[in-house]
T-cell receptor, first 111, second 114 residues
Framework: EDKVVQSPLSLVVHEGDTVTLNCSYE??????LLWYKQEKKAPTFLFML????IEKKSGRLSSILDKKELSSILNITATQTGDSAIYLC???????????FGQGTELSVKP | DSGVTQTPKHLITATGQRVTLRCSPR?????VYWYQQSLDQGLQFLIQYYNGEERAKGNILERFSAQQFPDLHSELNLSSLELGDSALYFCASSRWGAGTYEQYFGPGTRLTVT
């Protein structure tokens, strides 16, 4: 059965810290790994990764996929209180494209 | 704002009842996905439609059904509701129907079954 596992499940840091969120996946006919941020409402899209070893960056956030290890990481540097949210990782296949989500990592950034 | 709209925002109903949730995808998107988010199960894929046709099915209960209309909006019908159906229901849309592409989520419908 397809599965996505995230770690840690929760994390508390202080502003300015750098954090690394982990995601491992087992998805049949895997095509892409997606990261979303959820703040008490709808998940908002962050990154989609399809190629191994190529880093995607957006401001202080970056992510990379390792297809050999079936894993991905999301890095957030110089964290701010506005980064507090649940970060969701999802694996997608090359069929219809349904997403299999992990449990999420709840990040809390303290001032 | 993702461009995906969902109505209603909140729905409170009694066990045994039937409800319909509505979703309009982003302009130009042909695929609509329905997901259920509950505290114990997380975000779970229910069903996908692409250009009016069912494309993929997840662990969707037989009491639940969906359709996508010619104008590409979609409806999720939930019947014989049980307390355990209380959850946040999200619709997402993407441009294509095959392979995984960015999916953009609507604001969700919070369903409470009493």
């Amino acid at each position: 059965e397809d599965k996505v596992v995230q770690s840690p499940l929760s994390l508390v840091v202080h502003e300015g810290d750098t954090v690394t969120l982990n995601c491992s996946y087992e998805v049949t006919n895997f095509r892409s790994l997606l990261w979303y941020k959820q703040e008490k409402k709808a998940p908002t899209f962050l990154f989609m990764l399809t190629s191994s070893g190529i880093e995607k960056k957006s401001g202080r956030l970056s992510s990379i996929l390792d297809k050999k290890e079936l894993s991905s990481i999301l890095n957030i540097t110089a964290t701010q209180t506005g980064d507090s949210a649940i970060y969701l990782c999802a694996g997608g296949d090359n069929q219809g494209g349904k997403l299999i989500f992990g449990q999420g990592t709840e990040l809390s950034v303290k001032p | 704002d993702s461009g995906v709209t969902q109505t209603p925002k909140h729905l409170i109903t009694a066990t045994g009842q039937r409800v319909t949730l509505r979703c309009s995808p982003r302009s130009g998107d042909l695929s609509v996905y329905w997901y259920q988010q509950s505290l114990d199960q997380g975000l779970q894929f229910l069903i996908q439609y692409y250009n009016g046709e069912e494309r993929a099915k997840g662990n969707i209960l037989e009491r639940f059904s969906a359709q996508q209309f010619p104008d590409l909006h979609s409806e999720l019908n939930l019947s014989s509701l049980e307390l355990g159906d209380s959850a946040l229901y999200f619709c997402a849309s993407s441009r294509w129907g095959a392979g995984t592409y960015e999916q953009y989520f609507g604001p969700g419908t919070r369903l409470t079954v009493t």
